[in-house]
């Protein structure tokens, strides 16, 4: 198993940054890939971007392009998330995602194995 834990949001004003970070403990080395998704209230859980934990490789949804980054720390067996120029659209309880998987591109919920508890991303403008 492998556990998840996010931490990093907050209330921010439109424009500002906020990075996000997800601490992957236990069977680290069933992890292929990770992603982050998003959840706003009454909507489904959605796809903002993931990565390969080996190479590197990245991908993202077009609303969040050129303006989140994702990365990760092998060493210390975490994820991260810049997300800048945030808006009130990017309100969400993200949450972090882990996949024994190796392909990156993969943005549906289900093709994820572990998740984190979530954090709460509050953008007002």
């Known amino acids: 198993q492998v556990q998840l834990v996010e931490s990093g949001g907050g209330k921010v004003q439109a424009g500002d940054s906020l990075r996000l970070s997800c601490a992957a403990s236990g069977r680290t080395s069933d992890i292929e890939s990770m992603a982050w998704f998003h959840q706003a209230p009454g909507k489904e859980r959605e796809f903002v971007a993931a990565i390969n934990w080996i190479s590197g490789g990245t991908y993202y949804t077009d609303s969040v392009k050129g303006r989140f980054t994702i990365s990760r720390d092998n060493a210390k067996n975490t994820l991260y998330v810049q997300m800048n120029r945030l808006k009130p659209e990017d309100s969400a309880v993200y949450y972090c995602?882990?996949?024994?998987?190796?392909?990156?591109?993969?943005?549906?919920?289900?093709?994820?194995?572990?998740w984190g508890q979530g954090t709460q991303v509050t953008v007002s403008s």
């Open positions: 995602s882990a996949s024994r998987r190796s392909d990156y591109k993969m943005i549906h919920s289900y093709q994820y194995d572990y």
